[in-house]
């Protein structure tokens, strides 16, 4: 999937300070310790974890949930939670801002993202994305027949799976079109009349002064880049995640009409954010 640019420029990049560079490096070394820690720590868990418990992960996920936990803590942007989470097994759809939204979603909930094919392949993320559970898969519709057995077995095994139906990543001022690839699986028999889905809103909000879309990251944006505009800033933004009601998958006709209620359903608080004003 290609990145989205929008019609407007990026923002303006501020330049770092000495201050902001010792602001990240005492904020960026533990995280850094901390995300290393609980790798090894989770990966020897594996060891006892996976020929006791396969498929199913009972221990692993809570050293990531604290894992985030910790960064976001690090990071100073305070998390806050409206609706209620699920309860049982199911999927979790979510538009998609940044490379946050990771640890943002992962910090309130134990769960195992979706993610493109081409993650796996990356240096360093796939370590801590196959370390985290996450299910690698080929948007491609020709796959569906792999994707649901994947799917059922990870959902047999008490899993929450989480995918971004955009596909990309935003500005985080709108919501882009839900992508209906993925949805299609779920309407399979071996799961249609059991799957549920909660849609969940992520609204970031940016700090004092700044622009409104400084947690955005799409375009032409670096990595390496946006991850030290937030480890420098002072004062931080906040991040609002707002879970919906659950829906059920043989409720809707199709995948095109349940992608249509979902998008809808995660557009609408991010829509009235942005229309009332920013209260960062």
Not at 36 to 43: D, E, I, N, P
Not at 65 to 86: K, P, S
Not at 87 to 111: C, E, M, P, Q, Y
Request: glycine share 8%; with cysteine; hydrophobic share 50%.
């Amino acid at each position: 999937m290609s990145p989205w640019f929008g019609d407007d420029p990026l923002p303006a990049a501020n330049p770092v300070g000495p201050s902001g560079w010792l602001r990240a490096v005492v904020r960026g070394v533990p995280i850094v310790v901390i995300m290393l820690s609980g790798l090894v720590l989770m990966l020897l868990l594996r060891l006892v974890e996976r020929p006791l418990f396969a498929p199913g992960r009972p221990l692993t996920p809570w050293i990531t949930v604290a894992v985030c936990r910790a960064t976001l803590w690090l990071l100073g942007l305070r998390l806050t939670v409206i609706g209620e989470q699920m309860r049982g097994t199911g999927a979790v759809v979510a538009n998609h801002t940044s490379w946050l939204d990771i640890l943002v979603l992962n910090a309130r909930k134990r769960v195992y993202f979706v993610a493109k094919s081409e993650v796996a392949g990356w240096p360093g993320i796939s370590w801590l994305a196959k370390a985290t559970g996450t299910v690698f898969i080929r948007r491609d519709r020709r796959e569906a027949g792999a994707q649901v057995e994947v799917f059922r077995r990870r959902l047999g095994a008490g899993h929450r799976l989480l995918f971004f139906p955009e596909g990309t990543s935003s500005d985080g001022r709108r919501v882009l079109p839900f992508k209906t690839t993925l949805f299609a699986a779920f309407f399979e028999p071996a799961l249609r009349e059991t799957v549920q889905i909660q849609p969940v809103s992520v609204i970031y909000h940016a700090p004092l002064c700044e622009d409104a879309r400084f947690f955005g990251w799409w375009g032409e944006m670096d990595l390496g880049s946006s991850v030290l505009r937030v480890l420098a800033q002072a004062p931080q933004g906040t991040v609002e995640l707002v879970y919906h009601p659950v829906v059920r998958v043989a409720d809707f006709a199709d995948r095109k009409a349940l992608a249509k209620a979902l998008e809808a359903t995660v557009r609408d608080p991010l829509a009235r954010t942005v229309a009332e004003g920013d209260p960062a």
